[in-house]
């Protein structure tokens, strides 16, 4: 397996004793009093809503992150042992995007029928692994329940392990509840969990109570989180890449920390996010290449500082559109994240700095992760792979070349293949009809959708996940109203 490492050790060192030190003596604040007390009786350092974690308390609570475990899916057909058995690594698709781009161009807010459809899709494409939840209008469900009702989409349609991303503090324990009834029960949630959870901090070393909330509850269900920082360079953390890096690290091992030492074993996954400010229009960027070694930073610092599974973008664009720009910069990013030893990689499917979803882009990232999953394996160098028999025997025996040597035929369909690749002289690509790389994602898509792959649940599950939305609907919105 291929790895590029960004520090050398004694930089990894300093990386980590400095995030060990920010933790130990400035602390972070929570908004959050029964989770407070909790780490109050855990060891932590806490003065009102500022909380410190001693060296030896933080090391304490790493040591229980689990090394090997399953985020599991509701069709059993796609459940994801960490590390991954054959050294590659996961992906997923963008979450947090108001917007929709569909196969036609237009953008607009997410409606509900297109999650079901982004849902189908994913469920098609071999190279993504599990979804994010997309950011549904408040238009065609209530406001405040937006994350509830997106779920129970994603547990009616998704085949794939499915990442929760909650929009309000009070929905927290509904949408534990809501997939508890898709897995068969709370029992069979925690034992096989379908669902993982993400918590963010924001500003600066602060958790509000949302947050607070998600590590709380998901620690007493025992439910797995992929704890998050999205800082952004230039805004709310130091300018340089290497400081966001270390602010971003600090808070999601603060995280990590607070889950251990909430319930020691529970499978966590790092993942720092950082992006940065464009200090010339203040615009928001995913893809500018400090941020792409920021985030190798951040790889390394859990991968092997740490031995923690780690998560971050690896795919996506600035760009607003499917042009020349998208297509360098989500295969730039997919290929140096892929090299960095990372887990998963993530934000598969998005345009315009991870705010619009796209089938399209979707479909090219399917693409784009098959081929660096090639490149992470690497090459094994031995005789048979050099050919050194044939090419140390008797020169007479190879005069027309090596097309059809013994060493051809036994290793020619090892080469990897793009399906949508054109590898066609002009000819042939002529008698085609001269078809581009995105006439053949936009047949990709016609077929997929055209031959839908459904989820097939269990006797009375659809009636029991209808039942926990009605309940969780009633507690969040205070009434029985229904989604249109």
């Known amino acids: 397996m291929l790895n590029a490492a960004v520090m050398g050790t004694d930089a990894l060192e300093h990386?980590?004793?400095?995030?060990?030190?920010?933790?130990?003596?400035?602390?972070?604040?929570?908004?959050?009093?029964?989770?407070?007390?909790?780490?109050?009786?855990?060891?932590?350092?806490?003065?009102?809503?500022?909380?410190?974690?001693?060296?030896e308390v933080l090391r304490r609570a790493v040591a229980d992150v689990p090394r090997q475990f399953t985020l599991y899916s509701p069709s059993g057909e796609y459940d994801l042992p960490f590390p991954r058995p054959d050294g590659g690594f996961y992906t997923r698709t963008n979450t947090g995007a108001p917007n929709f781009r569909t196969v036609d161009g237009d953008t607009h807010a997410i409606r509900l029928h297109e999650a079901d459809a982004w849902f189908t899709l994913i469920n098609a494409l071999p190279n993504i692994d599990f979804c994010a939840l997309p950011s549904v209008s408040g238009d065609e469900v209530p406001p405040e329940a937006v994350d509830l009702c997106t779920l129970e989409r994603a547990l009616k349609f998704s085949k794939k392990h499915i990442w929760v991303q909650p929009y309000e503090a009070k929905n927290v324990r509904s949408l534990i509840t809501l997939a508890a009834a898709a897995a068969?029960?709370?029992?069979?949630?925690?034992?096989?969990?379908?669902?993982?959870?993400?918590?963010?901090?924001?500003?600066?070393?602060?958790?509000?109570?949302?947050?607070?909330?998600?590590?709380?509850?998901?620690?007493?269900?025992?439910?797995?989180?992929?704890?998050?920082?999205?800082?952004?360079?230039?805004a709310n953390t130091p300018v340089t890449a290497q400081g966001t890096a270390l602010v971003c690290c600090a808070e999601v091992l603060a995280q990590i920390a607070m889950l251990e030492l909430l319930h020691p074993g529970l499978p966590v996954i790092a993942t720092p996010l950082p992006f940065s400010m464009d200090m010339m229009t203040t615009y928001t960027l995913q893809s500018a290449p400090e941020t792409t070694l920021g985030r190798l930073l951040c790889m390394q610092f859990f991968e092997q500082g740490y031995g923690i599974p780690a998560h971050t973008y690896a795919t996506g664009t600035d760009s607003l559109t499917l042009d020349g720009q998208n297509l360098i910069e989500r295969t730039s990013l997919a290929h140096m994240l892929a090299l960095s030893g990372a887990s998963v990689l993530g934000g598969a499917g998005q345009l315009e700095t991870a705010k619009t979803l796209c089938p399209l882009a979707l479909i090219t990232d399917d693409e784009i992760f098959g081929m660096v999953q090639r490149l992470r394996r690497g090459l094994t160098v031995d005789d048979e792979t050099l050919d050194w028999e044939e090419l140390s025997g008797d020169p007479e025996e190879i005069t027309d070349g090596f097309i059809m040597t013994g060493h051809t035929l036994r290793h020619y369909a090892e080469t990897t293949r793009p399906a949508l690749f054109s590898r066609v002289g002009v000819p042939v690509w002529e008698e085609q009809g001269c078809p581009t790389m995105e006439d053949r994602v936009r047949a990709r898509y016609q077929e997929i959708m055209a031959n839908p792959e459904r989820l097939e649940l269990p006797e009375g599950r659809t009636q029991a996940i209808d039942a926990a939305l009605a309940q969780g609907l009633r507690e969040v919105v205070g009434t029985g109203r229904e989604t249109s």
């Open 15 to 55: 990386m980590k004793n400095r995030a060990e030190e920010l933790l130990a003596t400035r602390g972070f604040t929570i908004d959050h009093k029964l989770l407070c007390a909790a780490l109050a009786e855990r060891g932590c350092l806490v003065d009102g809503n500022r909380v410190r974690i001693p060296r």
């Open 184 to 234: 068969g029960g709370a029992d069979k949630l925690r034992e096989k969990p379908i669902v993982s959870f993400i918590s963010c901090s924001v500003p600066l070393l602060t958790f509000k109570h949302m947050d607070a909330e998600i590590i709380y509850r998901c620690a007493e269900a025992g439910l797995p989180v992929q704890p998050c920082s999205l800082p952004t360079a230039g």
